[in-house]
């Protein structure tokens, strides 16, 4: 048995929330090894989700202090859940572990692991996650979310809980989240004015508008429907991640472009419509009966490939979507919650 685990897992929400699953998986099949996990600051909300033991490195606010720990903590093994950036094989290597596993993307970082696990462009992004439990000794469970959000019962703030009062009124609400990490995925934001609207009309919902500090720059776009309407308030950059959760939690349906927190929004188990341009649907979008996926299917796309986007000035796939093809998804989505 491992005294000591390590997991690398640098980059967005998306994949830290996919990764959950799999740190439960080993948090249970290894009850007396120490794991630490590698992350950026910002995820330390989304670990905070859970009641996991499990110890958080922050590279991005120390990172002379983790490799120093890395140097010093004697692992036995290193899982790094890193996809396509060198440096995460860098710290695999310093840790000194005998065992260290990854994905086999690029020769660079192949010859710094002992473990490959074969990664699937194509595959569903989860699938990938499991691949590196397999030069593991235990028993590998079904990928599921059941059970790894423990910590959800936050108290929301006066200002959320005067916006989410006004939103929850009569039949429920609806959470929009207009931005995304990217422009490449970005559908415009007047349109997700004009589709609140049209969902405060023809559904009979209220609007919620949800997203984080950096996307506060679309309220531009907001600010008629929301000042036309009792049914739509915005809470863009006033959400900690803990309130998001509380309140995607009780949201009828989730909106938006492919991002966090629609991860956030289906690993919660709510319906979702998630809008996809660049990224594959395939890989990062969620199935099942609760969940639909607008996608124009273009012969260019999906371009995101390893991490990068090309040039791209018109962004059809984004363009093509039109608000009348959300409404009617919300629609049949929102009838069946």
């Known amino acids: 048995m491992a005294r000591r685990l390590l997991v690398i897992r640098p980059g967005g929400m998306g994949d830290m929330i996919l990764l959950l699953p799999i740190l439960k998986m080993l948090r249970n099949s290894f009850p007396e090894t120490e794991i630490d ?19 958080p490195l922050l590279y991005d606010a120390r990172p002379f202090g983790l490799v120093r720990r890395l140097l010093a903590r004697d692992y036995d093994v290193v899982i790094d859940s890193e996809q396509f950036h ?28 002992t473990k490959l696990a074969i990664y699937d462009q194509s595959g569903k992004e989860p699938e990938q996650f499991m691949k590196l439990l397999d030069h593991l000794d ?53 349109r997700f004015a004009q589709l609140a609207t049209r969902i405060t009309r023809e559904l009979q919902l209220c609007v919620v508008f949800v997203g984080g500090e950096q996307d506060k720059w679309v309220e531009t776009y907001l600010k008629d429907c929301i000042a036309g309407s009792d049914s739509i308030v915005s809470l863009i950059g006033k959400l900690t991640i803990a309130e998001a959760s509380s309140l995607l939690a009780r949201a009828r349906l989730f909106v938006g472009d492919d991002s966090g927190l629609a991860h ?19 890989k990062w979008g969620m199935s099942g009966n609760k969940h639909s996926v607008i996608n124009r299917s273009l012969h260019c796309s999906p371009c995101s490939r390893l991490g990068h986007n090309p040039p791209c000035r018109k962004r059809e796939c984004m363009e093509l979507i039109t608000v009348d093809d959300v409404i009617s998804e919300c629609g049949r989505l929102a009838g069946a919650s």
């Open 37 to 55: 996990l590698v992350c950026e600051k910002r995820n330390m909300a989304i670990l905070g989700l859970t009641d996991m033991a499990i110890n």
């Open 138 to 190: 235990m028993t590998i469970p079904a990928y599921s979310f059941d059970g790894v959000f423990t910590q959800m019962r936050h108290e929301l703030s006066s200002e959320v809980k005067e916006g989410f009062s006004q939103a929850s009124a009569g039949s429920g609400f609806v959470a929009l989240c207009p931005a995304s990490s990217t422009r490449h995925k970005q559908w415009d934001p007047a």
């Open 86 to 113: 060198n440096f995460s094989a860098v710290f695999a290597r310093l840790s000194g572990a005998p065992l260290r596993i990854g994905f086999d993307t690029t020769p660079r970082r192949n010859r710094l692991y």
């Open 264 to 282: 956030l929004a289906g690993a919660l188990d709510r319906p979702t419509v998630v809008l996809f341009g660049a990224s594959d649907p395939a």
